[in-house]
């Protein structure tokens, strides 16, 4: 297998380039792609990795691809239907036969989503490429392309009354009818074993009289049938070699089978971000007023429970001479409970508070030395009267129950 993989062989130095990227029978080659690169235009993955590879007139062809998406770029690229990434396509001039056609076509072709009018026959479907463009075609040109394609006793047929392989051998009448030295088919799904020999007993007379065909194909069961098989695995030419020999072209594929990694895109990048642009006046002003109006005014809450502080007074009776609220009120300490619903109102009018007195004056008519000597030491305390008192009595009691006087009489 590896003496016959033209891929892995080095070329002689009596071969040019554009013969070593074409080995097997044939003629001169019409079609070269050179450094081709192809990406998909969607995820961007390489499906075609810069390879070299032409095809002989006279000759066909089979690419294998299991994926499909590969020979689909490359068909597309020897069509000139698509720009490569890098990479060139050169095609020769036409030469024999083909030259003498007044209009010429660089390649035809033919996949089987391209749909016939149904309601023309194939007589008619023939003719009517070149009624719709105006292009001038010899009846010989069409009647040539019927012989080889075999499509003699289908002309006044419909398109629904026949196969699939007699429908794109209609399209291949139809475009070799323009004298195209390149025939491209693209074959998503095997066919029929009797609907594949018809398909390429007609391309083989097709490649006879001087075109270069050229064969998509997914398995190799298709391939035996054709001159010459290339392999593309991970976007390269990985197995090319003429006669096509089944078994070596399922042994490469088993040994060497495709990265799905290279049939994926590389992973996206975020873009960068866009610098702002400065903000005017009048901008800034726009942005600081929604701001503004969503803006809530905090809202008096209600204290309630203990602890809790009570709201500035805003009614009647408050001002300066309004009592302070940061101060207990005796009521605090006489331990009565707080009304509750259904409790009756104390009806005991408030003992009025004491006048506090500071360390530093004290009453005129009431001089105790036990309450001037704790209200000295702390300046700070202010506590009501009737609690001083409270102190006042508890301590005296102490100090009648100690034997003998605590402080020395002078």
Request: hydrophobic residues 40%; charged residues 20%.
């Amino acid at each position: 297998m590896t003496s016959r993989n033209a891929a892995a062989a080095r070329k002689p130095w009596w071969r040019t380039r554009t013969a070593h990227s074409a080995p097997g029978p044939g003629g001169r080659v019409h079609v070269r792609a050179r450094g081709l690169v192809c990406a998909d235009p969607v995820t961007g993955a390489r499906l075609i990795d810069g390879i070299d590879l032409g095809f002989r007139s006279g000759s066909v062809t089979a690419v294998i691809d299991p994926s499909g998406r590969r020979t689909r770029l490359l068909l597309l690229a020897l069509a000139g239907l698509t720009a490569p990434d890098a990479g060139l396509v050169r095609a020769a001039r036409p030469h024999g036969p083909l030259a003498s056609r007044a209009h010429q076509a660089p390649a035809v072709l033919v996949h089987p989503g391209a749909v016939l009018d149904p309601a023309l026959t194939i007589r008619q479907s023939l003719i009517a490429p070149f009624a719709a463009t105006g292009a001038r075609v010899a009846w010989e040109a069409l009647r040539e392309a019927v012989d080889l394609t075999g499509l003699d006793s289908s002309l006044d047929a419909l398109p629904a009354s026949l196969p699939a392989s007699a429908l794109l051998r209609a399209q291949i009448a139809r475009g070799i009818a323009a004298g195209p030295g390149l025939v491209l088919v693209d074959l998503p799904s095997p066919l029929p074993r009797a609907e594949s020999a018809d398909l390429f007993d007609a391309l083989h007379r097709v490649a006879g009289a001087g075109s270069a065909v050229v064969v998509a194909v997914r398995t190799t069961g298709e391939s035996a049938r054709a001159d010459r098989v290339v392999v593309l695995t991970d976007g390269r030419v990985g197995f090319d070699a003429s006669p096509v020999v089944p078994e070596d072209v399922d042994a490469w594929l088993v040994e060497h089978p495709d990265d799905p990694v290279t049939l994926v895109g590389p992973p996206p990048v975020a873009a960068p971000p866009q610098a702002r642009a400065p903000l005017d006046d009048e901008a800034l002003a726009e942005e600081a007023a929604p701001a503004a109006a969503d803006e809530i005014a905090p809202r008096a809450t209600t204290a309630s429970g203990p602890g809790a502080e009570a709201p500035s007074p805003t009614g009647p009776g408050a001002g300066p001479n309004a009592p302070d609220s940061d101060h207990e009120s005796p009521a605090d300490f006489t331990g009565a409970p707080a009304l509750g619903v259904g409790a009756a109102p104390d009806t005991t009018p408030p003992t009025p508070p004491e006048p506090r007195c500071s360390s530093d004056e004290s009453p005129a008519d009431d001089a105790d030395p036990l309450r001037d000597e704790l209200t000295r030491e702390h300046h700070s305390y202010r506590a009501p009267a009737a609690q001083v008192d409270e102190v006042i009595d508890r301590a005296r009691r102490i100090l009648s129950d100690l034997p003998g006087p605590v402080v020395p009489e002078d």
